[in-house]
């Protein structure tokens, strides 16, 4: 009986030897795939600076990063998930029964600003948040989608009033 207990643990450190042996080598070549893959770096990224949407009671202002992000589209839509407070931004597509925004056509100074007090008003009074104050959020582009969204319930960056708001668009 003695003799099968030891051959049995012969066994099981012979089976758990080779496990430990095939996922070392597994480790091994998934490290080598991640530090094989390629990258595609933006150089551009850092002087261009952030991606910023600014909501205030005029509507929603786009910088140039974040208008390049979505592709410098001619028009766009903005659609709204109430239940995460997330607003996502795409080029217009010829979608059926959705009011597109014109876009590419209203650069100033940099910036692009749509008209949508309604809505403001409405984000207002779901959130809480006053946009009298305008504020500032660093979008998140998914490639994957190819669309721009603003977690509305995260830290803006900013709580400037319209007028400086504007004075930024001016200057840029």
């Given at each position: 009986m003695l003799h099968n207990c030891i051959n049995t643990m012969h066994l099981f450190h012979f089976y758990l030897t080779l496990l430990l042996a095939v996922l070392y080598n597994y480790c091994i070549i998934a490290m080598q795939g991640v530090i094989a893959m390629s990258f595609n770096f933006n150089w551009s990224a850092v002087s261009g600076g952030a991606p910023y949407i600014t909501f205030s009671t005029l509507g929603i202002?786009?910088?140039?990063?974040?208008?390049?992000?979505?592709?410098?589209?001619?028009?766009?839509?903005?659609?709204?998930?109430?239940?995460?407070?997330v607003i996502g931004i795409k080029a217009y597509a010829n979608e059926p029964d959705i009011k597109p925004y014109e876009f590419s056509s209203r650069v100033r100074n940099g910036w692009i600003r749509i008209g949508c007090k309604d809505f403001i008003?409405?984000?207002?009074?779901l959130t809480g948040i006053d946009f009298s104050a305008a504020k500032r959020y660093v979008a998140m582009y998914d490639a994957k989608l190819s669309i721009l969204m603003v977690h509305v319930k995260g830290e803006s960056e900013t709580g400037d009033s319209e007028d400086e708001v504007e004075q930024e668009m001016q200057n840029k």
């Open positions: 202002a786009f910088n140039s990063f974040s208008i390049s992000r979505l592709g410098n589209p001619e028009k766009i839509i903005v659609g709204f998930d109430e239940e995460q407070c008003k409405y984000l207002q009074s």
